[in-house]
Nanobody
Framework: QVRLVESGGGLEQPGGSLRLSCAAS????????MGWYRQAPGKQREPVAT???????YYADSVKDRFTISRDNAKNTVYLQMNSLKPEDTAAYYC???????????????WGQGTQVTVSS
């Protein structure tokens, strides 16, 4: 089992910055993917950014050049630096991990409890 604990959400003005953190704990191998999804009221959950243990990254078009994902493998922690925030970034942000417990087991998806990001003047 993998437990994900997020922190860092809050209220920010348009153009401002926030940094989200997500710490993973439990028993899992290092060959995993971690990242962030978000869900705005009345909308489906969508991927924001992900990163693999090998260093590959993915960004949604809507956040490219504004958000940066990074990870500290030693701490099993992933970060999302969000700059130039816009009101349309307002959503609940969920930490995500795809990991496996052993080389003989399959990958499973795990989710954090979510942290609210509100961008408003």
């Amino acid at each position: 089992q993998v437990r994900l604990v997020e922190s860092g959400g809050g209220l920010e003005q348009p153009g401002g910055s926030l940094r989200l953190s997500c710490a993973a704990s439990g028993s899992f191998l290092n060959d995993n993917t971690m990242g962030w999804y978000r869900q705005a009221p009345g909308k489906q959950r969508e991927p924001v950014a992900t990163t693999t243990s090998g260093g590959s990254t993915y960004y949604a078009d809507s956040v490219k050049d504004r958000f940066t994902i990074s990870r500290d493998n030693a701490k099993n922690t992933v970060y999302l630096q969000m700059n130039s925030l816009k009101p349309e970034d307002t959503a609940a942000y969920y930490c995500y991990a795809r990991a496996r417990r052993s080389y003989s087991s399959g990958y499973s998806d795990y989710w954090g409890q979510g942290t609210q990001v509100t961008v408003s003047s």
